[in-house]
């Protein structure tokens, strides 16, 4: 797994506390919890009863006998992805320069059988950079030599570092103290997890462990009818036993590695010169990686099949070429990859960018931004999640920004806000990140149902989950409309969401405080793939 799962709203239903500050750090690739689930499978694709997209309503009115202009090549960069889920292997873009499995570079691109696109943070060995530390950590390692020294015989660079020491130190411990309270306390939480469904498997056998049969349990016992409680809890909310354990896993390898300033895997298994930003080539073939969950799923919100019959739609449409490049572990990503990625979906065709990850340091940032320009000048659009602490982005960062240093921005770059299905009050999810300035508009991310490796399916939350419904409108429009330029796509994309300019909603990140939605992004509009595709045949034609 890229980030600890944040299993955080199911443990609270269920009497087990977990700290929202030791949920997920900085990480926008972090899942997140969202209030108890009951909405339809495919909610975020409908239009009406729930604040969905509107893609059903398009695909049915006025795609059914619509073809494609061309295939539309989008960019995963992420934690890694299952290629051979059966929802997914039919949309991989193939490098067509490069011959499969000859371990030379055909192409004479710097990556010998590149075939599905790349992985930043693997060696040429073929082992995996797994978990690696998150940047404040990094930071704080590079600069404990300034632990007790006198600020006032420093000067220049000197005071510059220890002034960020300073800033990082509190920021560390309250991680650590944060991971290992949640740590303890999911480790309860599983321990008593895994008691009830031993119970409830002597009531219905081993392979019996259905929602639908454990509803039908009648029983005066009352170990049976707690552990009911807790296994329709957890199901109810969208999530399963197994996720459970999987954040437990997390959480133990965040607290033993991704906290830990002394752990460093880097140098071993990738082997680059991390320091020389300038650098290319490094990395493997295996765009899965170890795990792959993270971006599987947000893949699979791209561009799974569609009229598979098991309402797990994409966005875009069929022929959406999917871009896989490994570049986010179990902790932060590293700037040099991020730009590296970005420049090799700018080189090899990809029309579009998502960016499911996001960290609160950027010590590389001009190695990022410069790759962002570049992306730019070959026309390609970049999508980034705005990330889950319920912060306003206008007083906290999350890296990268459409924002460069030294000034200026990017022009063709969406930030994106979580919404959700629960009601007015709460249309935009409790985790997400907000703020006019920086976030442009929201897209559905709360509870989404989507791909995961081993070719099944589950619901999980997050910003992470928002930004790939962008890309797959922006996928959509430029599928339809090749004329449109991503700056074009992109302003299409926001002039026609749906508008909520007076709804009062529940803040994210508050207890209960009331702002306008359109407070919290620029546009103050959910994303509407139907809206959108009209605006933008109006604009094709008129550009014709």
Known sequence: ?????????????????????????????????????????????????????????????????RRPARSVVVAIIDSGTDVAHPDLDGSLWTNPREVAGNGRDDDGNGYADDVHGWNFIGGRDGRHVSVDTYEVIRI????????????DTLRGEARREYDLFREVKPKVERQRTGAQQSLAEIREFEKAMNRALGTLRAQLGADSLTVENVRRIQSIRQDVTAAKQMFLGLAQQGYSPRQVTEQ?????????????????????????????????????RDVKGPFGDHGTHVAGIVA???????????????????????????????????????????????HVVNMSFGKGYSPQKRAVDDA???????????????????????????????????????????????????????????????????????????QILSTIPGGGYERNSGTSMAAPVVSGVAALLMSYFPNLTAVQVKQIILD?????????????????????????????????????????????????
Not at 140 to 151: K, S
Request: glycine share 12%; with cysteine.
């Open 372 to 446: 962002v320009r570049y992306a730019e000048s070959k026309g390609v659009l970049l999508v980034h999640a705005a990330g889950n602490e319920g912060e306003n982005l206008n007083e906290n960062k999350n890296f990268p920004t459409h924002r460069f240093e030294g000034g200026g921005e990017a022009r063709s770059w969406i930030e994106v806000g979580a919404s959700s299905w629960e009601g007015p009050e709460h249309l935009a999810a409790p985790f997400s990140n907000w703020g006019k300035g920086q976030v442009d508009v929201f897209a559905p991310g709360a």
């Open 248 to 284: 437990r896993k997390d959480l133990e390898e965040r607290a033993l590695y991704a906290l830990n300033p002394d752990f460093d895997t880097r140098a071993t298994i990738v082997g680059d010169n991390y320091a020389n930003v300038n650098e290319r080539g490094y990395g493997n």
């Open 496 to 544: 026609s969401a749906t508008k909520y300019p007076d709804q009062m909603v529940v803040r994210p990140g508050s207890e209960n405080e009331r702002v306008r939605f359109s407070e919290l992004s620029t546009t103050g509009g959910i994303v509407n793939v139907y809206a959108a595709f009209q605006m933008a045949e109006r604009m094709s034609g008129a550009r014709r």
């Open 1 to 65: 797994m890229t980030s600890v799962r944040l299993l955080g709203a199911v443990a609270l239903s269920l009497g087990v506390c977990i700290p929202a500050q030791a949920q997920g750090a900085s990480a926008a690739r972090a899942y997140a919890p969202v209030q108890q689930d009951t909405s339809p499978s495919n909610w975020w694709l409908q239009e009406g009863r729930y604040p969905g997209i509107g893609a059903e309503r398009l695909y049915r009115e006025v795609l059914a006998n």
């Open 304 to 350: 799974a099949e569609r009229g598979n019959g098991l309402g797990i739609d994409g966005v875009a449409p069929t022929g959406t070429r999917l871009m896989i490049l490994r570049t986010v572990p179990n902790g932060d990503e590293r700037d040099k990859d991020v730009a590296n990625a970005i420049r090799y979906a700018a080189d090899n065709g990809a």
């Open 140 to 151: 704080y390692g590079a600069l404990r030599r300034y632990e007790g020294a006198n600020p």
